[in-house]
């Protein structure tokens, strides 16, 4: 409580969340099957099938990332995707293009 004399407050510490480099990720369009790359398992993606005119999210939601390199379905070609996104699990409101 404060007085005349003192302040309430509280000591107390605080945590900072590291960020992903989600610039760094990219697509590797020359693997089968397609993969992304410099992933962790802390960031999330989702691909948009289509194109500019007719466009949607594929099964509608976010899919988890693998460490190291993620492999994206096996029936995905470059000529169906009109783009791919990537996010940090914690912080979701930060997203990234990953492609085109």
Known sequence: KAT??????????????????????????HTTPIELNGTTDGME??????????????DGKWFDCDNGNTK???????DNIYKIEIRDKNQTSTVV????
């Open 4 to 29: 005349w004399d003192t302040l309430a407050s509280k000591i107390g510490q605080i945590h900072f969340t590291p960020n992903f480099p989600l610039e760094a990720v990219s697509l590797s369009i």
């Open 45 to 58: 993606y989702r691909i948009f099938l289509g194109n500019a005119s007719n466009n949607w999210v594929y």
């Open 72 to 78: 994206l379905p096996d029936w995905l070609k470059k």
């Open 97 to 100: 293009t990953i492609w085109p």
